[in-house]
């Protein structure tokens, strides 16, 4: 079929430049002369760039009253660092701007422009850029691909040492740099080709960044959209030269990112080994064996440091300073904790420069391990960090063999949780999944809750906080291909809603923050499978903000609950107003024999924890509830019941 003017005369321009270049390495050697520009097959303009040097990273102040950052990050973020040299042996070519929505609907015409950053290409995945590239070298002949991470910021920095290649403050949207490029602070975020991981410190020749990671680096902004008055990645401090973000490689949607493409080789720099958290490191795969356990007759509880944390709200370079993981922030929140099949206790936990910094970008998930058989807890070191998004809201889970991390935050638009699975007790992880819906998932807030199930025929259930003061049951049949809403929309009444299987098959739920009946946390029961449910009235206080109640069915059988006291204005709830222990014990026993269930209350007298004994539900009246209590004002609440 003869082919119209315009695309023969494409061809005969593409055929043109690649007499300039050599099929075989993309480029000549960087000595001889090329020429400054060549308009490609689908007429996008591409800019040579010489080889160079420079320095990568940045610890150069950073004002916030300028950049508008939050006022802690004074000197950019802990991953531009360490700043090293870098030499870009080769010359090679790069897009003028980011791709256009025309250019990549040569290649994918089902692609729908969202309209937010037009005339640029965004939400796409990391996948569909790469595959753009592969098919337009296979067109023309010739090797595109995404920049390197080095490559982009060699770029961007077009020969300055300041924040912008125009100085300290952005330049304007399509003004070119000294390179002759535009738009690398002001338009569409871009991928590159590296995987996101911490920077090493010695000097490097065409560096192609670590062996692997969680997801890839997003330069040119950050992945976080506005959300009320708090910082956002479009804003000028995540537009640096300096800044790095990163995602999810399967991550489409209605985000910013796009990309730009050059033409050139990829160096043949070999990555360096990806930098392992120590929890994850000499991980004995083992079956933990206890031969002798606390007497099982009466309670038993101990006390030891959970986390080696740095004090709350202590400063990111008072952190660096310490020597721990500069990607550990003063306040750590929202903690999943598990027991690995080889015995060890498992916690991830997400950390924040402060607590007003917990829905900020630059939040991550950090990681410690207390072994079997030990006494102390690992040093926490980050765990999971996609850079300049709202990480939040850790949720591990032992499902038989296999542990599994589901991780929330605000920042990866579209988005309820990602997820990654262990089989070797958390010393290798899965690459990052994100759930597909079908239907799409609507009317949610991106936070796992701390517990997760099967049922009886093998379903998955994931809880998640629902918007407008509910929880919603996520669930899937195919082992996390494809995901749902049980209750289609309709969940529990109170976010931060916990939930276990109970011996019947029906499922028991328990609590959920700033919602209560007559000042007490409600508790539920569904017998369909959490499409609908009845509730009533716990014997546990309303919880507020900040508090979220505990729930585990014990090897037993038993409920284990750990919640507070004190009500949500934190007044000391009066035992009288409980319902009793009792009809609390018929409700979760779902239809089994009766059995013996006992209330602890605890209290905190100076360094020990102290435990009292006030009866047995199903022979006790509930006039034991109107004992006094004790003048210092207890800390938590602990109960068991048979289910």
């Known amino acids: 079929m003869m082919k119209c003017p315009t695309a023969r005369r494409r061809l005969l321009v593409a055929a043109l ?24 097959s689908i007429d996008v303009r591409m800019v040579r760039i010489p080889a160079g040097t420079f320095r990568m990273g940045s610890t150069r102040p950073t004002d916030h ?9 004074t000197h950019g973020d802990y991953d531009e660092t360490p700043v090293h ?35 640029a290409v965004t939400g796409i995945s990391y996948d569909e850029a790469t595959a753009f590239c592969r098919w337009l070298s296979g067109r023309e002949g010739r090797p595109y691909r995404l920049p390197t991470e080095a490559e982009w910021e060699y770029v961007a920095r077009a020969g300055s040492a300041s924040h912008f290649s125009s100085g300290d403050t952005p330049p304007s949207h399509g003004e070119a740099n000294a390179l002759g490029v535009k738009n690398m602070h002001t338009g569409a975020l871009e991928w590159v080709a590296d995987w996101y991981g911490p920077y090493r410190p010695e000097s490097q020749v065409d560096p192609v960044g670590p062996a692997s990671g969680w997801g890839r680096v997003v330069r ?6 506005p959300r009320g008055n708090r910082p956002h990645g479009l804003l000028p401090y995540y537009r640096r030269s300096a800044n790095r973000a990163s995602a999810p490689l399967h991550y489409r949607g209605m985000h910013p990112i796009g990309f730009r493409i050059v033409m050139g080789e990829l160096p043949r720099t070999p990555p360096y080994p990806a930098r392992q958290p120590f929890s994850l490191e000499l991980v004995k795969q083992r079956n933990a064996h206890v031969d002798a356990g606390p007497p099982a007759d009466q309670p038993w509880f101990r006390r030891r440091p959970l986390l080696a944390v740095p004090p709350e709200n202590m400063m990111p370079d008072a952190v660096k300073a310490s020597g721990l993981d500069p990607g550990l922030g003063g306040h750590n929140h929202s903690a999943g904790v598990t027991v690995t099949p080889n015995g060890d206790l498992l916690v991830v936990t997400f950390t924040a ?43 591990l889970w032992t499902d038989d063999d296999t542990v599994h991390f589901f991780g929330g ?10 997820w990654t699975s262990s089989t070797d007790s958390g010393a290798t992880w899965s690459p990052v999944r994100l759930p597909l819906f079908d239907p799409p998932l609507r009317g949610y807030s ?41 209750g289609a929309g309709h969940g529990t009444r109170g976010r931060h809603t916990l939930y276990v299987v109970l011996d019947d098959g029906s499922l028991f739920a328990l609590g959920g923050k700033d919602t209560d009946i007559d000042g007490f946390m409600p ?73 013996c269930s006992t209330l602890c209350r605890t209290r905190l007298p100076s360094s020990r924890i102290e435990i009292r004994t006030t009866g047995r539900a199903s022979t006790t009246p509930a006039q034991h509830l109107d004992t006094p209590w004790p003048r210092r004002r207890p800390t938590g609440r602990f109960t068991s019941s048979r289910a």
């Open 17 to 40: 430049a690649a007499i300039l270049v050599a099929a075989t390495t993309g480029l000549r050697p960087a000595d001889e002369p090329l020429e400054p520009f060549f308009e490609n």
């Open 65 to 73: 009253r300028v950049l508008g950052q939050s006022w802690y990050r």
């Open 85 to 119: 040299d870098v030499r870009i042996s080769r010359d090679f070519y790069i897009s003028e701007t980011e791709i256009t929505v025309g250019r990549f609907q040569e290649f994918r015409q089902e692609y729908h422009d969202a309209g937010r950053y037009s005339p």
């Open 220 to 225: 040119g902004g950050g992945p976080q959209g």
């Open 353 to 395: 420069a402060t607590q007003q910094a917990e829905y900020r970008p630059g939040n991550a998930f950090v990681v410690t391990r207390r072994r079997f058989g030990s006494e102390q807890w690992d040093v926490p070191s980050v765990f999971m960090d996609f850079a300049d998004v709202q990480d939040a809201s850790a949720l």
């Open 409 to 418: 935050g605000v920042g990866l638009t579209g988005v309820p949780f990602r």
């Open 446 to 486: 991106p936070q796992p809750i701390s517990t997760a199930f099967r049922t009886a025929d093998g379903t998955m259930h994931v809880p998640i906080d629902g918007v407008g003061g509910q929880s919603l049951l996520l669930a899937s049949r195919d082992e996390g291909r494809t995901w749902y809403d049980v």
């Open 523 to 595: 508790q539920f029961r569904s017998t369909d499978g959490g499409k609908s449910w009845k509730e009533r009235k716990s014997p546990f206080p309303a919880l507020a903000s900040h508090q979220r109640p505990a729930l585990v069915r014990l090897r037993s059988g038993r409920l284990f609950v750990a919640s507070d006291w004190q009500d949500r204005d934190g007044r000391l709830a009066s035992p009288r107003a409980a319902p009793s222990l009792r009809s609390q014990t018929t409700m979760a026993r779902a239809g089994t024999s009766r059995r």
